[in-house]
């Protein structure tokens, strides 16, 4: 018996439980009533859970990046720092690209980028609203992450 079958154990029987014994072990889990009756979010949750008591939750710098994940969704970003895409350029760097003969400069802000006099979220935006058709913005501005082995 290796040390992962209790757990593995535990986890599979998660299936064979009604929704009212996987209730009972939330409670036993979290020490708080289940907040559904959702079998596949319960069985998730507590499937998580158990993993997490055995081995270990995320680390101080995964929960922090988590919470800055939270509160930009929430769009109640109280803290200082903010979750920068690092394929961003550094502001104030101008990106050039040319599009049906016309070249295009974008400029980028620490919120967002700035083109033909408006401000927008995101460079997919701005590729928008230069070709009329949806891309990836990083890789209509030449901005994607290098593959190992390139140069």
Not at 4 to 28: C, F, G, N, T, Y
Not at 56 to 74: C, F, H, N, S
Not at 85 to 99: A, H, M, Y
Not at 132 to 147: A, I, Q, S
């Amino acid at each position: 018996m290796t040390t992962h079958e209790p757990i593995l154990a535990r986890l599979s029987a998660l299936k064979a439980m009604s929704v009212k014994d996987l209730k009972a072990e939330w409670q036993v889990l979290f020490n708080a009533p289940a907040p559904n009756n959702s079998r596949g979010f319960l069985e998730g949750r507590l499937a998580y859970r158990i993993q997490e008591l055995t081995y270990g939750g995320p680390d101080k710098q995964t929960r922090r990046m988590l919470d800055l994940l939270a509160d930009e969704v929430d769009g109640t970003l109280t803290r200082k720092a903010q979750i920068a895409d690092p394929r961003n350029p550094v502001v104030g760097t101008k990106l050039i690209r040319e599009w049906d003969g016309v070249a295009h400069t974008v400029t980028v802000l620490k919120d967002g980028f700035e083109w033909g006099g408006r401000r927008y979220k995101s460079l997919s935006a701005v590729a928008r609203a230069i070709t009329g058709t949806r891309w990836n913005g990083y890789r209509f501005f030449g901005l994607r992450e290098r593959k190992r082995g390139e140069a």
